[in-house]
């Protein structure tokens, strides 16, 4: 198997991908920006992309889930800190 290979098949291997925004960052911003970007994509692009699901499979391996919890409660009831429809950072 040659060098290339070995690489390309550990990087498939990866749970969450490099993300050069958060180099040395706690990974609360991590998965808080990644939160957003899911629900941003899927109200920009529509509930079945797929492309979306990098965001989504991200946070959900990283972000503790009493997290998420809160997060989705308090975008149901509009008291998020972020709008995810109209806001881009």
């Known amino acids: ?6 690489l390309d098949e550990l ?4 749970i ?11 990974v609360t ?3 808080f920006t990644h939160y957003v970007d899911y629900h ?15 965001f989504k499979n991200t946070y959900r391996r990283m972000c503790p889930n009493a997290w998420i919890d809160t997060w989705d409660r308090r975008r149901e009831n509009g008291i998020f800190p972020r ?3 109209t ?3």
């Not at 941003?40 to 990098?54: A, H, K, M, P, V």
């Open 16 to 26: 969450c991908p490099l993300d050069p925004r958060f180099q040395n960052t706690n």
């Open 83 to 85: 709008d995810c429809k």
């Open 40 to 54: 941003r994509c899927i109200y920009l692009l529509g509930e079945d992309e797929t492309s979306c699901d990098i």
């Open 87 to 89: 806001e881009l950072d």
């Open 11 to 14: 990087r498939s291997d990866v």
């Open 29 to 31: 911003r991590y998965c």
């Open 1 to 6: 198997m040659s060098k290339l290979n070995e």
